[in-house]
């Protein structure tokens, strides 16, 4: 591969990138009724686009006229990114960037099948139509122009890489801490709900202690087993006031 090649590519991802991002960004906005920045970077690109575009067209190169093997690979190959990518994400930084659950036959919520058909039909698109168009913007361009384009693309990219995964990590932390406050907080209402469900317990006890020894032989056959858990439980709190009591 020549250098000019190498610089194509990466105006080609780059392009993708930010096409991706205009579509995604769209849709959630129109959806959401306000702007919506899609992704994981600041930047208008969403890399998944530029990446998934480049391993299409690249896998498909032999039989690009095979409709149906192009729609095959692009579904699959796409498939496999998200979930790559879906499961990195949500280890690293504790957050989904999409979610697929509420779509029918999804795995995880990371991919399902209606999109995965889609990235089908988007990979002939891009295979039979789009691709042949942007290489020919691509290649009126003069090597200088392209050169200083990648070099500032590729700098703003790596910038905007390391600013939004400070943000995700800082983001991580707040929620790791949050989540802690939230645990502690419940643990604590555990305990006085299991307090106070005791002392309930044990008044409601006594009175059935009472109701007992009024009635010492009563019986049902359908209630049996608790009222002898019940007496079990009252000799219990016996031995229990008598500890406390000894101490």
């Known amino acids: 591969m020549t250098v000019k090649e190498i ?12 096409f991706g991002w205009v579509w995604e960004s769209c849709y959630r906005s129109v959806k959401q009724k306000k702007f919506v920045n899609r992704g994981y970077l600041n930047g208008p690109w969403l890399p998944i686009y530029g990446f998934s575009a480049l391993i299409i067209l690249y896998l498909t190169y032999p039989f690009k006229e095979r409709i149906a093997m192009v729609f095959l690979v692009g579904a699959l190959s796409v498939s496999i990114i998200e979930v790559v990518v879906g499961l990195s994400m949500e280890k690293l930084f504790h957050v989904r960037y999409w979610d697929y659950r509420g779509v029918p036959l999804n795995y995880k919520g990371y991919i ?51 600013l939004s995964t400070i943000q995700a990590l800082h ?77």
């Open 112 to 162: 399902a099948l209606p999109i995965s058909l889609l990235w089908g039909v988007l990979a002939v698109l891009l295979v039979r139509f789009a691709d042949h168009q942007v290489m020919q913007l691509t290649a009126c361009l003069p090597l200088p122009v392209l050169y200083v384009a990648d070099s500032i693309l590729l700098a703003l990219f790596l910038f905007d890489v390391i």
């Open 171 to 247: 983001l991580k932390r707040i929620l790791h801490n949050n989540i802690q406050s939230i645990n502690e907080r419940n643990k604590r209402l555990r305990k006085q709900v299991k307090k106070h469900r005791a002392e309930l317990n044990e008044k409601v006890l006594k009175k059935a202690e009472k109701a007992l020894k009024r009635n010492p032989s009563i019986f049902s056959s359908k209630h049996n087993a608790g009222l002898s858990e019940m007496r079990t439980m009252i000799n219990e709190i016996k031995d229990k006031l008598n500890k406390d009591q000894g101490k």
């Open 7 to 18: 610089g194509l590519w990466i105006f080609i991802f780059f392009l993708y990138s930010f």
